[in-house]
């Protein structure tokens, strides 16, 4: 089983009992089950019961040997956890599920939620940045929470350190979302302990990940996706040349989303992110106001570029705008898969020119979404 992409598929009917709850959170506690895996299992089979009583045979297909299912004991245990903790259960197509985030294609199939779920019905923009964040970085998503907040958007950001803890707390006062890497009711860093306590309490904490369950790296990239998803765009504050921030600001664009981005010193390495993707096409923030000025146009249909039309031409231009970047990006995942293919077959088919491909290959290798396997072989991670 691999999680592919299955966007074509509408999603499931939400649980309408606590029976079904318990097994929608038992399939998606289930190895090798993420959120694209579990909406196909879901179209394919009906019900949560259906996919659970399938899913031996389905691995077996797969060359998947031994499998079990997520044991009861392990569901009931997440369920006392969340009672302790006085967290709510979310279902993709419950009415408060946001509208946003359940458009996108690998949309979380449940949420924990700890606070207000009355934020999700509210416009929404994220804040995202360095943790070690300067002192004007800083000052400036307190300025741009604080205005943002006032103007009647809730922030959203990740409960780092630096310009996340920055927003969040500016925000608190008219409405904050914590979206968080491991449990809902696991704080990390843990010196946001009473930020979080406070989000809690006057904002909203939500997570994908099972209750109790402490972050580790690989769940950050997938934390960012729901931040930008949220959104009606996303704001970089300060960023690195590579960095998490740059990994949402690609999400955003994904997503249909559009990035924004303050500009910084250009010695300054925390700018180099920002400077980069204003560089691109992202539109640049002095203010709140510019990033009110520019939400209509973002919200408004935007043109794709005809990835192919660009390829075709005899001399493509030196530097492909932010947009015509995410698009290469996703036609060579598209290309890869679980077996290996020749790097110079894929160019091949692509129709693209070595110089073209190959600095993408490095950045989709950088952020663990391909492997080089020895042979100038590529596979997709899944």
């Known amino acids: 089983m691999t999680e592919e992409q299955f966007s074509s598929y509408h999603p499931p009917l939400p649980p309408t009992t606590e029976e079904d709850r318990f097994s929608w959170l038992r399939l998606l506690r289930s190895r090798r089950v993420g959120p694209t895996t579990f909406r196909r299992l879901m179209h394919e089979h ?12 389905v691995a077996r297909a797969a060359g998947v040997e031994g499998y079990e299912i997520c044991p009861p004991g392990v569901v009931e245990a997440e369920l006392k956890a969340a009672k302790a903790a006085k967290a709510r259960l979310l279902c993709l197509g419950d009415a408060d599920y946001p509208s946003h985030l359940a458009g996108i294609s690998d949309a979380p199939p449940l949420l924990w939620l700890l606070g207000d779920p009355a934020l999700l019905r509210r416009p929404m923009i994220a ?3 360095a943790r070690n964040a300067s002192s004007l970085g800083t000052r400036m998503a307190r300025a741009l929470a604080q205005d943002l907040g006032t103007a009647g958007f809730v922030v959203v950001s990740g409960l780092a350190r630096g310009i996340d803890t920055a927003a969040h707390l500016a925000a608190l ?18 010196e946001n302990t009473h930020l979080a306590a406070d989000i809690a309490q006057h904002g909203l904490r939500l997570s994908e990940q099972p ?34 921030s740059l990994i949402t600001a690609r999400d955003a664009l994904d997503q249909g989303r559009e990035v924004l981005a303050v500009p910084g010193h250009p010695f300054d390495a925390r700018a180099a992110g920002c400077n980069m993707l204003i560089r691109d096409g992202a539109h640049l923030v ?57 790097e110079d077959q894929l160019i091949r088919d692509l129709a693209a020119s070595p110089g073209e491909v190959a600095p993408v290959l490095v950045d989709l290798e950088l952020e663990g979404r391909i492997n080089r396997q020895a042979g100038g072989l590529l596979s997709r991670v899944n």
């Open 46 to 57: 009906g019900t949560a019961q259906n996919a659970l009583a399938a899913l031996p045979e």
């Open 127 to 129: 804040l995202v940045g």
């Open 173 to 190: 006062p008219s409405g904050t979302i914590a979206v968080m890497a491991g449990g809902v009711d696991t704080v990390y860093p843990a």
């Open 211 to 244: 209750m109790r369950l402490t972050p580790q790296a690989r769940h950050f990239p997938r934390r960012n996706r729901i931040i930008s998803g949220l959104a009606q765009a996303v704001v970089v504050v300060e960023a690195a040349a590579k960095s998490g």
């Open 286 to 342: 002095r203010n709140a106001e510019d990033v009110i000025t520019a939400l209509p146009a973002l919200t408004a249909p935007q043109p794709q570029p005809d990835l192919c039309d660009l390829m075709q031409q005899p001399a493509p231009p030196a530097k492909r705008s932010l947009r015509e970047t995410v698009a290469l990006h996703s036609l060579i995942l598209d290309r890869l898969g679980p077996s290996p293919v020749a």
